[in-house]
């Protein structure tokens, strides 16, 4: 059984930084690709953000330059550094695995197979 636990979100003011982790168990995590989206009270889930089991990685054009995706292997964990928040970007912040593990990470929700809780971040004017 895969798992997903994601933790780092919380309170911030406009300008800030979070960093956002998510611990998977139950696959080899150097094979999976890996995946951050986001989800506004009432909308779609939207793409943030993926890293590949290559480590290429592929943004959001709302977060490009401000957010920065990693993975370590080692603790089976994908991170997202958030930098210079901004208070649109107060939503739930949900990781998914991608099981097939692609090279190239997709930006497609339909292609993720498993999803983590959510973490809520919120930003303050």
């Known amino acids: 059984q895969v798992q997903l636990v994601e933790s780092g979100g919380g309170l911030v003011q406009a300008g800030g930084s979070l960093r956002l982790s998510c611990a998977v168990s139950g696959r080899t995590f150097s094979n999976l690709a890996m995946g951050w989206f986001l989800q506004a009270p009432g909308k779609e889930r939207e793409f943030v953000s993926a890293i590949g089991r290559s480590g290429i990685t592929i943004y959001a054009d709302s977060v490009k330059g401000r957010f920065t995706i990693s993975r370590d292997n080692m603790k089976n964990t994908v991170y997202l550094q958030m930098n210079s928040l901004k208070v649109e970007d107060t939503v739930v912040y949900y990781c998914?695995?991608?099981?097939?593990?692609?090279?190239?990470?997709?930006?497609?929700?339909?292609?993720?197979?498993?999803w983590g809780q959510g973490t809520q971040v919120t930003v303050s004017s």
């Open positions: 998914a695995v991608d099981a097939l593990g692609r090279y190239y990470p997709t930006r497609l929700e339909k292609e993720y197979d498993y």
